[in-house]
Nanobody
């Protein structure tokens, strides 16, 4: 059984940094692309970043490009999201997810088959 557990969220001020981590158990972690999504109150879940199985290619939403960095450690079965220069509009619950091997593309949350419980990130102005 595949389980994803996020950690690292919290309350920070605008301009600060946070590092989210997602630990994955079960399944063959190194075979799957991974992604981060976020959902703010009253809004739809939106794509933040994704990384291929090897870590060789990364994808970012335009709103976070240049500020966020996704990375993975296949030996430790973890994926991380380093968030710098945080803005109040980054406030949301952040979710880690595993991209289903049956699909291509990385930005559609429907292509992901396993999700973590989410971690709250709040950025005050």
């Amino acid at each position: 059984q595949v389980q994803l557990v996020e950690s690292g969220g919290g309350l920070v001020q605008a301009g600060d940094s946070l590092r989210l981590s997602c630990a994955v158990s079960g399944g063959t972690f190194s075979s799957y692309a991974m992604g981060w999504f976020r959902q703010a109150p009253g809004k739809e879940r939106e794509f933040v970043a994704a990384i291929t199985w090897s870590g060789g290619t990364t994808y970012y939403a335009d709103s976070v490009k240049g500020r966020f960095t996704i990375s993975r450690d296949n030996a430790k079965r973890t994926v991380a999201l380093q968030m710098n220069s945080l803005k109040p509009e980054d406030t949301a619950v952040y979710y880690c997810a595993r991209r289903s091997i049956a699909y291509t593309g990385y930005r559609d949350h429907l292509r992901y088959d396993y999700w973590g419980q989410g971690t709250q990130v709040t950025v005050s102005s």
